[in-house]
């Protein structure tokens, strides 16, 4: 099947698959998502708030596929695809099916699961094959993922017994985001993980204060002539510039041969400030 056909399936299905996840997952409200949701954030439908994608393919496929799940992974075009938004942090599941009017089989896939793993993972346990369209999928196999220690099924078909076959049932890790060069995130724009808002998260390199692409927001902060915001520094560089500073002030300010206390009698004090918290809201 071909892209268009794939998707006017998924058209044709979704009140199927809204049923099904509603009986699944016990979820009360089930709303398609935002043009802009589908485009930039690699989400279909939303679920009581959670970000779903949803793919469903042709019963033919379930004989020799039945345990595969396909991401769009590249585009000769350099456009940005489905994994890359997912890894970016874009969308919480996915609905995979096969059939449709009743499905023949579907699994709900965690894609914080595919974070944590990150792509090195995702690649050994798939099978990178190109379309007629000039795309590139990735098929990945969830009884590898599951044998690597990263098992992504949420839930599955009702006739699925995990007792037969060697795959068992994921519980959503911890938010563990990646910045797209595959290293740990530490800071995020336009996140707000309380409300289900991800954003985008970057390492301190790729960040996009760092490369100097946000102004400053008329605060205090300036980009420093290396392009990074005086605020964004990390504790050890501020630290061993407070401490320089100190020394500095020590031999201007001490009297020679003296104690340390200033000649005016008031105590030094030091003030840090951080890079930023892990878990904050929007970082902009």
């Known amino acids: 099947m071909t892209y268009a056909e794939d998707r006017a399936l998924e058209k044709q299905c979704m ?9 699944a997952m016990k979820y009360k409200s089930i709303i398609d998502a935002e043009d802009h949701l589908d485009i930039n954030c690699a989400t279909d439908i939303v679920c009581d708030g959670i970000h779903h994608a949803v793919r469903v393919r042709g019963v033919n ?9 396909t991401i769009r992974y590249s585009r000769d075009s350099g456009a940005e695809t489905e994994l890359s938004k997912i890894l970016r942090g874009h969308c919480k599941r996915m609905f995979y099916a096969f059939g449709g009017n009743p499905f023949k089989h ?13 792509k090195p993972i995702i690649e050994s346990c798939g099978q990178i094959k190109p379309n007629t369209d000039g795309t590139w999928l990735i098929a990945i196999d969830i009884r590898k993922m599951t044998a690597a220690g990263y098992p992504v099924i949420i839930s599955a078909h009702r006739q699925f017994d995990k007792s037969k076959h060697a795959v068992h049932f994921a519980k959503e890790p911890l938010f563990f985001p990646r910045c797209h060069c595959g290293k740990w995130a530490m800071q995020s724009v336009n996140s707000f993980l309380l ?11 790729h960040h996009p204060r760092n490369l100097g692409k946000v102004k400053d927001n008329g ?4 980009l420093s002539s290396d392009g990074i915001r005086s605020d964004q520094r990390s504790v050890a560089e501020w630290g061993a510039k407070a401490d320089g500073a100190d020394a500095n002030r020590r031999r201007q300010d001490t009297p020679s041969g003296g104690d340390g206390s200033r ?14 918290d892990f878990f904050s809201g929007s970082d902009d």
């Open 15 to 23: 009140p199927e698959v809204k049923a099904t996840l509603a009986t």
């Open 106 to 118: 579907w699994w709900l896939i965690c894609f914080d699961t595919i974070r944590n793993a990150g």
């Open 263 to 276: 000649s005016d009698g008031k105590s030094q004090a030091r003030d840090f400030r951080g890079s930023g």
């Open 219 to 222: 605060g205090t902060s300036r």
């Open 195 to 205: 409300k289900g808002e991800v954003g985008n998260w970057y390492c301190a390199e």
């Open 61 to 69: 496929y379930f004989r020799d596929y039945a345990w595969d799940f």
